[in-house]
């Protein structure tokens, strides 16, 4: 069965967190099909060109790391409480 992004729903969005000038991370309760909601952290950004993008985080420096952990933190406590 093949991804379909139709599916794929936020359910929250905890939190958005600047990585570089003209980059965030976006930290949310993803749910795919009515499953089970799981977090999601996703890079956003505009290239030099003025281009959108996104797409999953994968490695993070330190600087990301230190300001996306306080997120997460908080997306676990958003799913305990539900």
Do not use: W
């Not at 499953?35 to 490695?59: F, L, N």
């Amino acid at each position: 069965m093949a991804f379909d992004p139709k599916k794929d729903k936020c359910v929250k969005e905890v939190a958005r967190v600047k990585t570089k000038d003209t980059e965030e991370a976006i930290i949310g309760i993803y749910a795919y099909d009515g499953g089970e909601p799981k977090i999601g952290v996703v890079r956003h950004g505009t290239s030099p060109r003025g281009t959108e993008y996104h797409g999953a985080i994968g490695r993070m420096n330190y600087e990301e790391a230190q300001g996306i952990i306080p997120a997460l933190v908080k997306a676990l406590e958003e799913m305990d409480s539900a």
